[in-house]
């Protein structure tokens, strides 16, 4: 069990948690992820631990082509997000069609 204070002004590491704007730079691609710490707590923010696995899975230290995934984070979704863009897609012979795979379906989130 974790203690999270839920008082912004309580903890002085936390204030970035209440930040409404959250940027990163994974895949070659900028993201930004809306926060809401006020209204849905602690699974409307981004932790420390994703942008971890994150920068983990950009250095390709864990190999995804080929296999599926599904992110089971209660959470904004970062992982799942940079997962799918690290994986160039390909067609039904296995080929790389040199398209990124989130193209059509992340900028609609």
């Known amino acids: 069990?974790?203690?999270?204070?839920?008082?912004?002004?309580?903890?002085?590491?936390?204030?970035?948690?209440?930040?409404?704007?959250?940027t990163f730079s994974f895949a070659n691609?900028?993201?930004?992820?809306?926060?809401?710490?006020?209204?849905?707590?602690?699974?409307a923010v981004v932790w420390d631990a994703a942008v971890v696995l994150c920068t983990y899975l950009e250095m390709g230290a864990v190999e995804l082509?080929?296999?599926?995934?599904?992110?089971?984070?209660?959470?904004?979704?970062?992982?799942g997000i940079v997962a799918a863009l690290l994986v160039p897609p390909t067609n039904a012979s296995g080929q790389n069609t040199g398209k990124t795979r989130?193209?059509?379906?992340?900028?609609?989130?």
């Open 1 to 22: 069990m974790a203690l999270v204070p839920y008082d912004e002004t309580a903890v002085v590491g936390l204030q970035r948690f209440h930040k409404p704007l959250a």
């Open 65 to 79: 082509r080929g296999r599926s995934a599904v992110e089971l984070g209660a959470g904004t979704g970062l992982v």
């Open 29 to 43: 691609h900028t993201i930004q992820i809306q926060q809401d710490w006020k209204q849905l707590g602690v699974a």
């Open 102 to 109: 989130g193209g059509g379906i992340l900028p609609q989130i």
